[in-house]
């Protein structure tokens, strides 16, 4: 299998389970030197949830980054997306030639270090449910346990056109009407539309149905919504609508919680979602004086990448993505990989349809979706008919519902055109995001040893000094608001002699402590022309050792974040001269 060209099928069409898990397989299969391929769990339905480690020697721990997509069910562009990432990884060492934009080689030979996590479809029971009926759902097609017996919708394909549209249902109280001009579409009443007026709910049926009362649709409630789900600021029901009994109560985010906790390694976190067009970075529970003004520099310049390679905006999570001003949201992924595992985490929510219909940057970027008028959904309606192929839409039949009885069905199914882009303009959304994620992960740790002095001591003894640095941009804790985690700890150094010995055994092992990158966003006082300055030399550690005879010493230095260096430094006899190496 060669990889020649980045243009896997994904980047045309959304993939089913089998599909995608086909491509994985054959990645794995055809370039086993740099592809290990893992399931992290198996969902209720039976689907894995897989995770491609691309890099060489995939089992060797050194720095790495991750990126995942389609949390949510409806989101399909995220494992596009992901699988994207994978491709060009592999291209890193393959086809370096066939990647988008132009990369120096010096880079390249950087990014050829890092591994890459790729987790493409963290809910595939939810997807495939999108993909053969359409419709909406949330995490997966699933009741969170012991949920009340209330009656709710479920989503079911009754005409069998293969898409869960709408049921509309004439009512002189009735909500909506129809416009004039594009069949299919539905308007919010005003008080001089003239009749008829209509209900509208989802194509489906009512379970635990009373007979009389038509329960209002509510896809949020009593099912899980995953990114809710993780033990950073986790609330319980109701303060948090799907977080469920307790973090990690789902398989899905179960399974990525123990990923994370198991690879001390990740520098960088991509989360992607739909639809918007925009990167959501932390914070989430305060405004951004409250931030580490390290960490905001950070993000200021994944801020200017991602307008530059990907036009999107970045905003914080909490001056401008909750859905209510100064009320939070709780348990979810990025800030969990941010505060506790110390990544340089942030969301994409992939497809700039706002962007793409002229509507203006509103305040509160998250007021975008609030704020449609009657007149900005007559424009979606034209632009589908022009640049969807018709998908959204479709003109009303008549139908005989087994509970309602007479209703019409059809209208929107929004899975292609509002949740995710039409395939035909994949491929520019795989390369931009793909070229920003090389480039995000441009910006991780390198551990070296730097330098290597053995200097006579006199009656056979020798000092072996060892110079340890960290060549990358970002500092081996990761970023500041995990630096004094427990787990976060830094690097150490360990000699072993053969044929010579340690004067000191029990200096062995030698703690040497965090190690500070050459990197400080942007923004930074110390970049100013005014006082430009460096940090000095916090990027470099020493460990020493007294060694006495002739032989050899391994010299280890590591990080459960780093990985190891592992040096093997020949200690001459008596007359050996003093050297560097």
Avoid at 159 to 172: I, K, P, Q, S
Avoid at 208 to 222: K, S
Avoid at 431 to 450: C, D
């Amino acid at each position: 299998m060669a990889l020649d060209a980045l243009d896997g099928p994904f980047r045309h069409r959304y993939l089913s389970h089998e599909e995608l898990t086909r491509q994985l397989e054959e990645w794995a299969q055809a370039f086993p030197q740099l592809a290990r391929l893992q399931s992290i769990a198996t969902t209720p339905q039976g689907h894995d949830i897989w995770v491609l480690t691309i890099g060489p020697e995939p089992e060797r721990r050194r720095p790495g980054v991750w990126v995942d997509g389609n949390m949510h069910g409806t989101e399909l562009a995220g494992s596009s997306v992901a699988l994207a990432v994978a491709e060009a990884a592999l291209a890193l060492h393959l086809a370096p030639e066939a990647l988008p934009g132009g990369w120096p080689e010096h880079q390249l030979r950087f990014l050829r270090e890092v591994l890459f996590y790729v987790c493409p479809r963290i809910s595939p029971d939810g997807a495939e449910q999108v993909l053969r009926q359409g419709g909406f759902v949330r995490s997966a097609p699933r009741r969170t346990p012991d949920s009340p017996a209330r009656p709710h919708w479920l989503a079911r394909d009754l005409d069998g056109d293969g898409h869960c549209r709408y049921l509309r249902r004439h009512d002189e109280a009735g909500d909506f009407v129809e416009s004039p001009d594009h069949p299919g579409l539905m308007l919010p009443r005003r008080v001089e539309d003239p009749p008829p007026y209509w209900r509208l709910y989802p194509e489906g049926v009512i379970e635990h149905w009373d007979g009389v009362t038509i329960p209002e649709p509510d896809a949020l409630r009593d099912t899980p919504d995953f990114n809710r789900h993780f033990p950073w600021s986790w609330r319980p029901e109701p303060d948090q609508l799907g977080a469920g009994h307790c973090p990690g109560a789902e398989t899905e985010p179960r399974a990525v919680i123990d990923f994370a906790l198991a690879h001390p390694n990740l520098f960088a976190w991509l989360n992607l979602h739909t639809f918007g067009g925009v990167f959501i970075r932390p914070l989430s529970d305060a405004h951004d004086n409250c931030m580490d003004q390290h960490d905001l520099a950070l993000y200021r310049q994944l801020a200017a990448w991602g307008q530059l390679l990907v036009g999107y905006p970045t905003v914080s999570g909490f001056e401008e993505f909750t859905y209510e001003p100064d009320t939070p949201l709780h348990g979810d992924l990025i800030d969990f990989a941010y505060h506790q595992r110390g990544c340089m985490a942030q969301v994409c929510e992939l497809w700039d349809l706002f962007h793409r219909l002229g509507r203006p940057r509103p305040d509160r970027f998250i007021d975008h979706y609030t704020a449609f008028d009657r007149e900005e959904m007559e424009r979606l309606a034209q632009w589908d008919l022009v640049n969807n192929r018709q998908r959204l839409f479709r003109p009303w039949q008549p139908l005989e519902h087994p509970q309602l009885g007479a209703v019409e069905v059809g209208g929107l199914d929004a899975s292609i055109g509002i949740w995710n882009p039409p395939p035909e303009i994949l491929p520019a959304i795989c390369n931009g995001l793909t070229t920003y994620w090389l480039q995000a992960a441009s910006l991780m740790p390198r551990l070296v040893i730097e330098a290597v002095h053995c200097t006579p001591l006199g009656d056979g003894y020798r000092e072996l000094e060892v110079t340890v640095a960290n060549h990358g941009y970002l500092p081996s804790y990761g970023v500041q608001a995990a630096r004094e985690r427990p787990w976060n700890s830094g690097v150490e150094a360990e000699a072993i002699a053969t044929g010579c010995r340690l004067h000191e055994p029990g200096q062995a092992r030698q703690v040497l402590g965090h190690l500070d990158g050459w990197g400080r966003g942007l923004g930074d006082t110390a970049h100013m022309p005014w006082f430009q300055r460096s940090r000095g030399s916090s990027h470099q550690a020493q460990a020493r050792w007294v060694i006495q005879g002739e032989g050899e010493v391994r010299v280890k230095v590591y990080s459960p974040r780093l990985g190891e260096v592992i040096r093997t430094i020949a200690i001459p006899g008596k007359s050996g001269a003093p050297g560097s190496w």
